[in-house]
């Protein structure tokens, strides 16, 4: 058993439940805290179903679906680090600027990553 947390140590099938749980608190807490989660599950909704009507290639529409999944990663983190900024301090602070404004600009890249991705594939 890890000494290091008292929410480690877990294995097996309860590890695997316990994980499943955390995770669907998380999608939870995101979507219904996160204007930007929502607005990236609204992008998913839209962009995925249409990736089904596309006469594109089976390793491109895995593509175009796997972008707008990473989003939803990237946005996630941004969110987590936002949450974890803010639970430190609410104090305006440099390096609390710095961690927030790197999170959004990871979050710009993988939109841009989408637009760029769909376009390729969309005009290749």
């Known amino acids: 058993m890890n000494s290091y947390s ?13 994980a499943t749980g955390y995770s669907i608190s998380g999608f939870k ?4 805290n996160e204007a930007a989660f929502r607005q990236i599950v609204l992008i998913n909704i839209i962009l995925i179903p249409v990736s089904f009507f596309l006469d594109v290639s089976r390793s491109e529409h ?12 990237v946005e996630l983190f941004n969110s987590a ?8 301090s609410l104090e305006k602070h440099q390096l609390s600027k710095n961690a927030k404004d790197m999170g959004s600009a990871a979050q710009f890249v993988a939109l841009s990553i989408i637009a760029i991705t769909w376009l390729i594939i969309l005009l290749g």
């Open 81 to 88: 680090i936002e949450a974890v900024v803010d639970r430190v």
């Open 6 to 18: 008292p929410y480690k140590g877990k294995s097996g099938l309860k590890r695997i439940l316990n």
């Open 29 to 32: 807490a995101a979507y219904k």
């Open 62 to 73: 895995v593509l175009l679906i796997i972008v707008c999944l990473f989003a939803m990663i």
